[in-house]
Nanobody, 119 residues
Framework: QVQLVESGGGLVQPGGSLRLSCAASRSTFYSMGWYRQAPGKQRELVATIASGGSTNYADFVKGRFTITISKDNAKNTVYLQMNSLKPEDTGVYYC?????????????WGQGTQVTVSS
């Protein structure tokens, strides 16, 4: 059973910064990433990073958010540095691990961490 442990959410003023982290108890994967869900909206992709290091960002965070990964034997930790935050960035942020197990490609999700951008 893959476990994803998230941390780093909170309340920040517009223009401020936060860093989210997500530790995964799995050493091999296709990609890790962050998704978010605002009240009344569908979950949407924020950023992903592949095992080889290539990254992908949603247009609305390009130039403001940076995704990175730290690999350590059996554990991988993905970070999302969020700068120049806007009120519309408010939502629950979910960590995702996309991997293959027993011949099946599947996804694991974290419990979510709340990010609130408000003055």
């Amino acid at each position: 059973q893959v476990q994803l442990v998230e941390s780093g959410g909170g309340l920040v003023q517009p223009g401020g910064s936060l860093r989210l982290s997500c530790a995964a108890s799995r050493s091999t994967f296709y990609s890790m990433g962050w998704y978010r869900q605002a009240p009344g909206k569908q979950r949407e992709l924020v950023a992903t990073i592949a095992s080889g290091g290539s990254t992908n960002y949603a247009d609305f965070v390009k130039g403001r958010f940076t995704i990175t990964i730290s690999k350590d034997n059996a554990k991988n930790t993905v970070y999302l540095q969020m700068n120049s935050l806007k009120p519309e960035d408010t939502g629950v942020y979910y960590c995702n691990l996309h991997y293959r197990r027993l011949g099946v490609t599947t996804d694991a999700w974290g419990q979510g961490t709340q990010v609130t951008v408000s003055s």
